[in-house]
């Protein structure tokens, strides 16, 4: 099929979008609407930006990106596609023959049933889109321990710690803590995953932030005599290279009388290290503050649903990214 007849195709699926359709681009995964269909070009309109919200899609870039798609058997890479070009696929998406696999970070043409980059919304009295999607509570520990965090942090005015009482201290400190260790092992989590999906270095970003592949490199010693004798072989005295080896130093301490100050410089510093956490205790709180969701009725139990909606809004102010645009600066472009 002609790029001519699959664009005509394309712009009668547009012109037949319910009105406040939402779709989202497949690596920023920014939100963004049709404002216009024209013959050379689409109009969109971002809902996330604060600058350079409405751009044309060019119709000569969707016939380059259709190329492309075409002669790929296995599917366009994503992140081949210029900055901030990411809506092009989105929109093309929308024609029945292509589709986005996220997973495998490719568009490709297909003669299957297709999925596309629209998101199931309806509009808010703002404008607004609204993703409409049943919450549900995460079975993670993070997720439990923020919210008890996030209560403990309005039930105490945490801005002057030194008018809080030692226990709340103590309580304060240790949910922090597990909050910490917990947000991390989810951390290295995600990033085993995004490792598989991020590709040659390129920046990929979200409506919070940005994330990049990068290498770390990490050095070893080879075997000392191996190590001896090429610096040897290069001119280097062996005697500039060899050191005191502190765990031989130790094993020697242990089969004589000296002390650890006779060969080591000792200072000290004092912190405070979390001993205990009482679970149990840390359960029955969260269960309470579910339960005391639902015996409750009336004006009474809608207050309570707000304050909790409002602990979920804090709990991902506490454990998500800023804002992405206060990171990086894009630039338009095309594929």
Do not use: C
């Amino acid at each position: 099929m002609s790029f001519g007849i699959s664009w005509d195709n394309l712009l009668e699926r547009l012109d037949e979008l319910p009105e406040g359709s939402t779709l989202i681009t497949p690596l920023s995964h920014d939100r963004f609407r049709i404002r216009d269909v024209q013959q050379q070009r689409v109009i969109i309109e971002f809902l996330d930006k604060d600058i350079d919200d409405t751009r044309p899609l060019q119709r000569d870039q969707f016939e380059t990106l259709y190329r492309r798609v075409s002669d790929e058997p296995n599917g366009f890479e994503l992140d081949r596609l210029p900055p901030d070009a990411d809506a092009y696929p989105a929109v093309l998406s929308l024609h029945p023959r292509f589709e986005i696999d996220e997973d495998a970070g490719v568009i490709l043409e297909t003669d299957g049933p297709t999925t596309n980059q629209i998101l199931d919304t309806r509009d808010h009295e703002d404008g607004s889109a609204h993703m409409d999607e049943q919450r549900t509570e995460p079975d993670l520990d993070v997720y439990a321990d923020a919210l008890l965090l996030v209560d403990a942090l309005e039930r105490h005015e945490v801005t002057n710690l030194e008018q809080i009482e030692t226990d709340v201290l103590v309580d304060l400190y240790t949910l922090l803590s597990d909050v910490q260790r917990n947000a991390n092992d989810l951390r290295q989590d995600v990033s085993e995953v995004l490792l598989i999906r991020l590709h040659h270095d390129q920046p990929v970003s979200g409506p919070f932030g940005s994330v990049q592949r990068t290498t770390r490199r990490n050095r070893s010693l080879k075997p000392d005599d191996e190590v001896l004798e090429t610096l040897e072989d290069a001119g280097i005295d062996r005697e500039r290279v060899l050191g005191v080896d502190r765990s031989k130093v130790d094993d020697a301490l242990e089969v004589t009388a000296l002390s650890d100050t006779d060969v080591y410089e000792i200072t000290e510093s004092e912190y405070v290290r979390k001993a205990d956490v009482d679970e149990e205790r840390k359960e029955t709180r969260l269960q309470g503050l579910k339960d005391q969701l639902a015996t409750t009725e009336g004006d009474e139990a809608e207050q309570l649903r707000e304050e909790i909606e409002n602990l979920e809004d804090r709990i991902a102010d506490l454990t998500e990214f800023k804002s992405g645009s206060q990171f990086h600066t894009r630039t338009q472009g095309g594929p």
